[in-house]
């Protein structure tokens, strides 16, 4: 995937990328472009991480990419298990 990615795009990869886990992804209206990003264990309520992205990283594949590669090894070095995830072509 090589294009530039629309925030919907960007929305859908990001919610796919942290199964079991549910993955709350918005992009604020405030007009900064940001993307936030909140993962949830819904088995017991809670938020095991969140990051924000800037639009520039989130409309680059690559960026996008590393991104949540970054956070889903942040969540697995504090001892959460998740499927395995690749970026879409």
């Known amino acids: 995937m090589n294009k530039e990615l629309r925030i919907n795009e960007a929305l859908l990869i990001a919610g ?3 199964q079991p886990f549910q993955c709350v992804a918005w992009a604020a209206q405030d007009g900064y472009g940001e993307l936030s ?3 949830i264990d819904r088995t017991f309520g809670r938020v095991l991480g969140r990051t924000r992205l800037a639009s ?3 409309r680059n594949p690559q960026s996008l990419a590393k991104a949540l590669q970054q ?3 942040d969540l697995a070095a504090q001892g959460y298990h998740l499927e395995p995830w690749t970026m879409p072509a």
């Open 16 to 18: 796919n990328a942290f």
């Open 56 to 58: 520039q990283n989130y």
């Open 37 to 39: 990003l909140s993962v």
């Open 71 to 73: 956070s889903r090894q």
